[in-house]
């Protein structure tokens, strides 16, 4: 009986930490240029999703699941994290009729 070996054409570690370190750039970049609450939350996410994706294909590369239970916890700090800032979002709608980061600066006063 012969055993018959299979060449499985696996996606290099490096495109994974070059995809990762793109979307991570434009989550900042989102964060930074942006004055929209919504955009600059979004891009928050993106870069939590992008530091996920580079845990879990260091986890797949090593072979230790401890990446990808890091982040199943991600997921679910980030999951509390848009419930609470949707609702500081709604909240600040209905003060100030605006999501414009700008406009926040009335309120310090």
């Known amino acids: 009986m012969e055993i018959i070996t299979q060449n499985i054409q696996t996606v290099p570690l ?16 989102g964060v930074m240029l942006r004055r929209n609450a919504i955009v600059i939350f979004m891009s928050i996410e993106l870069m939590l999703n992008a530091v996920n994706l580079l845990l879990a ?36 709608y209905r003060n100030t009729r605006s999501i414009d980061i700008n406009i926040l600066n009335r309120l310090k006063g």
């Not at 979307?23 to 900042?28: A, E, Q």
Request: charged share 5%.
């Open 57 to 92: 294909a260091f986890s797949a590369f090593r072979g230790d699941p401890a990446g990808q239970i890091f982040v199943f916890f991600i997921m679910a700090v980030a999951a509390a994290e848009v419930a609470v800032g949707l609702a500081i979002i709604v909240m600040i």
């Open 14 to 29: 490096n495109y994974y930490i070059i995809l990762s370190s793109v979307l991570f750039v434009i989550g900042v970049m």
